[in-house]
C-alpha cells in the first residue's frame, strides 16, 4: 500500500519519541497499532464485497445466457416435435401405400386366376403351365 521502507519507519520512530515522550509512547503505539488493524480489515473487507458483488454479477450473466439457451433449446424442441409428426404422417401415408399395392396385387392376381368357363377344350388355359417351363442348367 505505502512504500515506508526500514528507515522511513526509524525516523518516524525518533520524532515520535521526541515529541510524544517516553513515557506515553507505548499507548500512542497500541492506538496507532488499533487504527492501521482496523483500518486493514475494512480495506480487506471492502476487496471482499468487490469481488462478491463481481463474481454475483458474473453468475447472473451466465444464468441469462443459459436462460436464453432454453428458450433456444424449447424451440428447437418445438420444431423437432411439428417434424417428427410429419415424418409420422409421412410414414403412415407410406404404410397405407404399400397397403393399397398389396392389395391391388392381390386382386389383380385373383383376377388372373383361370375360372371354370376359361379352359379351352382340351382342358388348358393357355397359360404356361409353370411345371413344364424349361429350365437351363449349365454345362
Request: glycine fraction near 6%.
Given at each position: 500500500m505505502?512504500?515506508?521502507?526500514?528507515w522511513?519507519?526509524?525516523i518516524i520512530a525518533?520524532?515520535?519519541?521526541i515529541v510524544?515522550?517516553?513515557d506515553?509512547?507505548?499507548?500512542v503505539a497500541r492506538t496507532?497499532?488499533?487504527?492501521v488493524g482496523?483500518?486493514?480489515?475494512f480495506v480487506s473487507?471492502?476487496k471482499?464485497?468487490?469481488?462478491r458483488e463481481i463474481q454475483?454479477?458474473?453468475?447472473r450473466?451466465?444464468?441469462?445466457k443459459?436462460?436464453?439457451l432454453?428458450?433456444?433449446?424449447?424451440?428447437?424442441n418445438?420444431e423437432l416435435?411439428?417434424?417428427?409428426?410429419?415424418?409420422e404422417e409421412?410414414k403412415d401415408?407410406l404404410v397405407?401405400?404399400?397397403?393399397?399395392?398389396?392389395?391391388?396385387?392381390?386382386s389383380?392376381?385373383?383376377e388372373?386366376?383361370?375360372?371354370?368357363?376359361?379352359?379351352d377344350?382340351?382342358?388348358?388355359?393357355?397359360?404356361?403351365?409353370?411345371?413344364k417351363?424349361?429350365?437351363?442348367?449349365?454345362?
Amino acid at each position: 500500500m505505502f512504500d515506508i521502507g526500514f528507515w522511513e519507519l526509524a525516523i518516524i520512530a525518533v520524532v515520535a519519541l521526541i515529541v510524544i515522550g517516553p513515557d506515553k509512547l507505548p499507548g500512542v503505539a497500541r492506538t496507532a497499532g488499533k487504527w492501521v488493524g482496523r483500518t486493514r480489515r475494512f480495506v480487506s473487507q471492502v476487496k471482499t464485497d468487490i469481488d462478491r458483488e463481481i463474481q454475483q454479477d458474473e453468475l447472473r450473466k451466465m444464468l441469462e445466457k443459459e436462460a436464453g439457451l432454453d428458450e433456444i433449446k424449447q424451440s428447437l424442441n418445438k420444431e423437432l416435435d411439428t417434424s417428427q409428426y410429419s415424418f409420422e404422417e409421412e410414414k403412415d401415408y407410406l404404410v397405407k401405400a404399400v397397403d393399397d399395392a398389396q392389395k391391388e396385387h392381390s386382386s389383380a392376381a385373383e383376377e388372373k386366376q383361370p375360372e371354370a368357363e376359361d379352359f379351352d377344350d382340351d382342358g388348358s388355359t393357355g397359360l404356361p403351365d409353370p411345371d413344364k417351363t424349361v429350365k437351363h442348367e449349365r454345362t
